[in-house]
């Protein structure tokens, strides 16, 4: 089996040696395409109005000067001679839960390689105040990453669809087991962008420096992490909201 291995943190980020030791459980064939810097809200972007670089750093490893879509597109396209039989992108630093996931450039390379008709999976590790200052922050998904994988290998995955899995913020052994589980949805909040001044004294605006405040619905991906499990999304490809077809269709209609 050959697996292509990136994420949107950034080739040097812990969490991508994370997934490549994961990655390593399944397979000698691993290859490494990820971007040179961290892209992470780069969403499923691609670059377009500049060049975009190869840098090779091994026989199987190598970093784009892109954006997580980009290391896809390069691996699939430039990079390797025969495609990959899996998309391994992560381990992102962070959840990627419920709304995130359209902002997430570690579910956008899945997104990628799901297009791409290869089967794709994104791994994130939330984090705690308490995990990031353990120093093992991403300790429980390098314990039950493969368990989770594994089962995956052979699951049915209908084009256009890949799987999404989030490690809760806590100690491998803590961990209350696996949810298949639905996306859920945050409480939408104008409060998680912080002003300052630089050292210039102009005004600057940073965004996403807090958690967003969620709700968790029953049965979704929130609740899953928020009870101590690892949540498995399956995420589809087709936004189209089905239930608004005939109603749309209906104010254009003679
Ligand atoms: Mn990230």
Redesign the pocket.
Known sequence: MRILVT???GYHAPGLEVLEAIAAEFSDDVWVCAPSE?Q?GAGHSLTLNRPVRLQQFGERRFAVTGTPTDSVMMALREVMDSPPDLILSGV???ANLGDDITYS??VSAAIEGALAGIRSIALSQVYSAETRSSGAEFATAREWGAKVIGPLLDAPFDPRTLVNINFPPRAPDAVKGIRVVRQGFHDYSRGSIVEGKDPRGHRYFWFGLYAIEHTPDHGTDLEAIDDGYIAVTPLQLDLTHYASIDAIAGRFAD
């Open positions: 994420n949107d943190d961290e992470s992102n630093r962070g450039g570690t």
